[in-house]
C-alpha cells in the first residue's frame, strides 16, 4: 500500500520534513481532521449556499460522510484516483472531501478542460472515477465522459450531477447510509491529498501533487494573512478547485475561520452583484479580467459594490497599476493583490501595507519558510532590485510533478528550488513585482496556455508546416493569443478566413479547452529564426504590436 501511494511523487528530504514539523509549519493532520475541527467549532454556522440551497457546517460533513460510504461500498480504496471536474455547486466540497477521507486523490479539473485534458488527466493517474456535471454554460459534460470511457481503460464510473445518461450513475441518493461510518484509512499526512493542475509551458498540462501537510499550512495561514473570521461572506466566483479559490484562502481558508461561502453560478456582474448585496458579501476573488468588467459595469451605474467589501483579491495574472489604483482611489476598494501558483508558492499584499505596495506590487511572501531566489540566466543571484528568474522552495512548494522525471530535472534545480517561469524583482522590503515570463505559457485573463501544446495540435493539421502561438496584448483579458502558422501551400488555396476557421475548429475538435483555441491566425512564408535556429518568438511577438 505505501508504496503504491508513494509512486511517482517526489517527496520532501528528511532534513526538511524534520524542519517544518519543529517550526510547526505541518501539524500531522489530514483534510478529514481539518473538516471535522470546522465542524466541531461552528457546526450551526452556515457553511455554503448555492443557489436556493444552504448546508450548515454539521450538514455539510453528514453529506460527506454519507457519500464516503458510498464510495467505499463501490469499491473504493486508498491510493484511488479520481477527477472531479464540477461547476460552483455544493457537490465538488462533497466528493472532495469524502474522496480524500478514503485516502482517494481527486484531481482538480477546471469546467473548461476538455476530453483531450481529461483523458490525460485520468490516463496518466489511472483514475477508476470521473464526476461532472450534465452540462455546464452551454457545454455537454456526458459527451466528453463518453469519449474519456472509450480512450481510457482505467475508468470504471461516471458519475453525473444533475440529468445523468443511461450508461452513466446519477449523483446517489445517500440518505440511507445516515447510521453508517467509514473511518479513515492509516495514510499519513505527508501523503498526498489532490492532484491540482499546471497551467505548464510544456506538451501537456502537469499534476502537481499537494500533501495534507503543505496545503493545510497554506490554507491556515492564508486566512489569517486574508483575516477571515466567522462572520466572513465570500463569494465565490472564479472555478471552484483552482489553487486561488481553494486555499488563497480561498474555501478552505474560509472554512476554517468558520464563515460562510456563496457560490456563483457564473461570473457575471449581473449574477455576482445581486449576490454580494443580497447576502452582504466580505471576500471576493478575481481575475484582473473580471475585476476590470466588473468595474465597467460599476462605471455604467450599477451600485459600487466594491466600496462594501471587505477585501478585493486580485491575482492570477498582473493587475495594471492603473487599474488597481482606479480600484482604490475612485472606488473605495480594499484590495489585496495575490500572486501564487498551483505548485506552491503564495505572495499577498497585506491590510496594512502602504496604497503604493498594494498598487504596485504583488506582494510578499506567506510564509518565513518560503525560500525566495532570483537569479540570471546562469542562475547566479542578483542584487535586491534587479529583475530575475524567481526560484522558490518552501513548507508548501512542490518538489516535483508526478511521473515527470525528465521534466523535473529542468523545471526544479538539484537542490529542490522550483523554476517559476516567472520574471520578478523584489522591492527592499521584501515585496515581489511580476516584470514578465520566461515560460512560453501565454496567460489569457488567468487562464494559463502551455503554447507548445496548442502547436503540437496545430503541427498535425495537413496544411500546417510548422507553427508559433505567441501572447498579443489585449485590453480586456491581459492577453490573447495568435498563432503563426508557416502553412503548406496547395492549388485550392482557401482564404485567410476559411484557414483560420479551419484551424480554431480543428484545435477545438482535438479535445483542447476552449481558452485554448487560438484568438488570431497569421499566415507566414516563413518563421524567423534565432542564432540557435529556434522560431524567434520575441520577433512574432513584436509584429503583433506593430500590426495592430
Ligand atoms: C495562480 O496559479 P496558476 O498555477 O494558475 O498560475 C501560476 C502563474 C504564475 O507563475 C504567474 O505566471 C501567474 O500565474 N500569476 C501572476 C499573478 N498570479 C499568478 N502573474 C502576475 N501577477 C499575479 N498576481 O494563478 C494562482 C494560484 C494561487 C493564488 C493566486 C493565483
Not at 491590510?351 to 540570471?376: F, H, W
Not at 501565454?442 to 493539421?461: D, F, M, P, S, Y
Amino acid at each position: 500500500m505505501d508504496s503504491k501511494l508513494w509512486d511517482g511523487i517526489v517527496q520532501y528530504p528528511a532534513e526538511f520534513v524534520e524542519q517544518y514539523i519543529a517550526k510547526g509549519y505541518w501539524l500531522g493532520l489530514s483534510m478529514s481532521h481539518f473538516l471535522n475541527d470546522c465542524v466541531r467549532k461552528y457546526a450551526d454556522h452556515c457553511a455554503i449556499i448555492c443557489g436556493a440551497e444552504s448546508l450548515r457546517y454539521s450538514e455539510l460533513k453528514q453529506k460527506v460522510d454519507q457519500f464516503a460510504v458510498y464510495l467505499a461500498k463501490k469499491g473504493y480504496q486508498a491510493g484511488d484516483n479520481l477527477v472531479i471536474q464540477l461547476p460552483n455547486i455544493t457537490e465538488f466540497f462533497i466528493a472532495y472531501f469524502a474522496s480524500i477521507h478514503l485516502g482517494m486523490r481527486p484531481i482538480m479539473s477546471l469546467p473548461a478542460h476538455r476530453h483531450a485534458e481529461l483523458s490525460h488527466f485520468i490516463q496518466q493517474t489511472e483514475a477508476k472515477l470521473y464526476i461532472c456535471a450534465d452540462h455546464y454554460l452551454g457545454f455537454d459534460y456526458r459527451t466528453q465522459a463518453r469519449t474519456c470511457q472509450q480512450r481510457c481503460p482505467s475508468l470504471k464510473q461516471v458519475i453525473v450531477v444533475g440529468d445523468d445518461a443511461e450508461e452513466f450513475d446519477a449523483w446517489p441518493d445517500t440518505s440511507s447510509f445516515s447510521n453508517q461510518y467509514v473511518a479513515e484509512p492509516a495514510i499519513s499526512a505527508r501523503h498526498v491529498a489532490f492532484f491540482q493542475l499546471s497551467g505548464g509551458s510544456t506538451g501537456t498540462p502537469k499534476l502537481i501533487p499537494r500533501t495534507h501537510d503543505d496545503y493545510l499550512y497554506s490554507v491556515r495561514a492564508s486566512a489569517e494573512i486574508c483575516q477571515l473570521d466567522a462572520k466572513s461572506k465570500m463569494l465565490m466566483v472564479l472555478p471552484v478547485a483552482h489553487n486561488f479559490s481553494l486555499s488563497s484562502a480561498g474555501s478552505l481558508g474560509l472554512f476554517y475561520a468558520g464563515g460562510t461561502l456563496v457560490l456563483a453560478k457564473d461570473p457575471s456582474p449581473n449574477t455576482c452583484f445581486n449576490l454580494i448585496e443580497k447576502y452582504q458579501i466580505s471576500h471576493v476573488a478575481l481575475v484582473p479580467a473580471l475585476a476590470a468588467k466588473w468595474l465597467a459595469t460599476v462605471q455604467q451605474g450599477a451600485h459600487n459594490i466594491f466600496a462594501d467589501l471587505k477585501l478585493l483579491q486580485v491575482g492570477g495574472a498582473r493587475l495594471a497599476d492603473a487599474l488597481a489604483r482606479q480600484l482604490i482611489e475612485e472606488y473605495g476598494c480594499r484590495l489585496q493583490q495575490v500572486f501564487g501558483m498551483a505548485e506552491g508558492l503564495v505572495n499577498y499584499t497585506r491590510y496594512n501595507d502602504s496604497i503604493e505596495t498594494i498598487i504596485a506590487t504583488q506582494g510578499s511572501r506567506i510564509s518565513p519558510g518560503d525560500e525566495i531566489k532570483i537569479v540570471d540566466d546562469a542562475d547566479q543571484e542578483l542584487a535586491i532590485g534587479q529583475v530575475g528568474h524567481l526560484l522558490t522552495r518552501g513548507p508548501y512548494t512542490i518538489r516535483g510533478y508526478f511521473k515527470a522525471d525528465a521534466h523535473n530535472s529542468k523545471a526544479f534545480t538539484k537542490d529542490g528550488f522550483y523554476r517559476t517561469g516567472d520574471l520578478v524583482r523584489m522591492t527592499a522590503d521584501g515585496n515581489i513585482i511580476v516584470e514578465g515570463r520566461s515560460k512560453d505559457q501565454i496567460n489569457r485573463g488567468g487562464e494559463k496556455i502551455a503554447t507548445e501544446e496548442v502547436e503540437q495540435v496545430l503541427n498535425q493539421h495537413p496544411q500546417v508546416i510548422q507553427s508559433a502561438l505567441v501572447s498579443m496584448p489585449d485590453e480586456m483579458l491581459g492577453e490573447k493569443s495568435c498563432a503563426f502558422i508557416q502553412w503548406r501551400k496547395s492549388n485550392e488555396d482557401p482564404s485567410l478566413t476559411r484557414l483560420s476557421m479551419q484551424l480554431r475548429q480543428y484545435v477545438k475538435n482535438a479535445g483542447l479547452a476552449t481558452f485554448k483555441i487560438p484568438d488570431y491566425i497569421e499566415l507566414v512564408d516563413d518563421m524567423p529564426y534565432t542564432a540557435l535556429g529556434k522560431i524567434d518568438k520575441k520577433t512574432l511577438r513584436q509584429r503583433l504590436v506593430t500590426k495592430h
